[in-house]
């Protein structure tokens, strides 16, 4: 394989990004065989699951055999926790003391998991994300603001070890408010920056009803890095973003127990990749459990991150749904594309009405709408044996007097791209709840009925 | 970049990691020796993920 200059100056590695698929295939499986058998040799949780499945790590000679090792599913990895060694459980995989990194995931769907990294680990997390961030254009000239709250959760701090990583200037907007955070990329001109789509709107908002300052024409921000939530990858939500800050906006997923798993290029190929070099992702009917290899099928995201020592993530039942993208994208990488990039969560995908429904669809409805505001709220109730839907709205001031243009356009829409009829609630403009990070607009209320 | 190429990497790559690994066995304990040494490692670990791994690939 010959590399060009031009190869070096587009990819983190290009040796790895630029891997014919049969090679990567190989790859994928000599690193899955290297992990599973250093999971088996030193977790008790791992080695019971596979002795149960009568399955030993030299059972695995195929790509295909990958398929056969048990999933692992996120209720196992709470099971576990808080047991020995305290607090993880016996899936660690390293002594306790070498462990250096403590994060919790979210809690968005029960009680937090926790996260054990060894130093190493970290190094492999800031990597994913390098790969991420060089593949969105990310140089050591940039200059990188990073507002979320550095905490217990893992959120951007790859991101920001990784900007370091390649060189950039990092520029940590930490416990600093909304308007003390825009008023220091401003000030330092910072042109980079990463946080979820909810904030990167309601900074714009405060940005311009607060401190009058336009960000698409005052600040210096030319590339978003999102992560979080979908939105990035919810071409309305996305265009949205662009607008108001002036700034190309690109998607990236990952996961507290995973890793940093998939990126948008600057290509913007209407997907991600994922980074198959980190890690194994196998896309799985929902119902029957078969491989989908074929594009145009959704599944749900099966995945294993292949270098991940402390507490291993092997065959992890994301819940995340994808498909495969047919096409191969311009920018070179043969990393497999989603297409569309996540589009639900297998957990979050219901039916109402008899109809199946992403809670993103009604998203891309509603931030297609010119004329109202960035926050919207759905609940979904249930009366004797029928469903009902009310969607919460709100109208930007300035749109008041074409409200009922609006609401037409928007019923329309609702109903084209959803196939449901909604009850639509009129809320007055700032009245519904701002999120700073993961926004909760879907709210089922059927189950507790 | 060729095989030939990657294989001269590596062979630099298992150079550093033999010289961290001897700095851990000569440091007498002294931590300012072993914990960078144990740094120097886990970037190593990053540049076989990155070159060794898939030196035989490609």
Redesign the interface.
Known sequence: ???SSNQKDQYW????ET?PPR?MR??QL??FKRILEWAYERSKFHRKLYQEAGLEPGDIKSYEDVAKVPKVEKAMMRDIQRKDPFPYGDALCVPLEEVTEFRQTSGTTGTPVYQPD???D???WA?AWAYLLYAQGYRKTDKVFLPFGYNIFVAFWAGHYAAEKIGCEVIPGGVLDTEARILKIQELKANAMMATPTYVLGMADTAKKKLGIDPARDLTIRKITCAGEPGASIPSTKQRMEEVWGAKVYDHVGATEIGAWGFECTAQPGGLHINE??FLAQLEDIETGEIIEAPGRKGKIVITAL?RIAQPCIRFDSKDVAEWSKDPCPCGRTFRIIQGGVVGRADDITKIKGVLIAPSAIEEVVHSIKGLSNEFEVIVTKKGDLDNITLKIEFLPEEEKNQEAILIQLKDQLRLKTNLGYNIEVHPYNSLPRYEVKAKRFKDLRKHA | MSRGELRKIDTRIKTIKKAAQELKQLSGGIQAIDRNAERILASVKMLEINISDVRDLV
Request: aromatic share 14%.
């Open positions: 394989m010959k590399t590695n290009p040796v790895v891997l090679k190989e790859l000599k690193k060894t130093w190493q970290w190094e492999w990597e070099a980190l270098d």
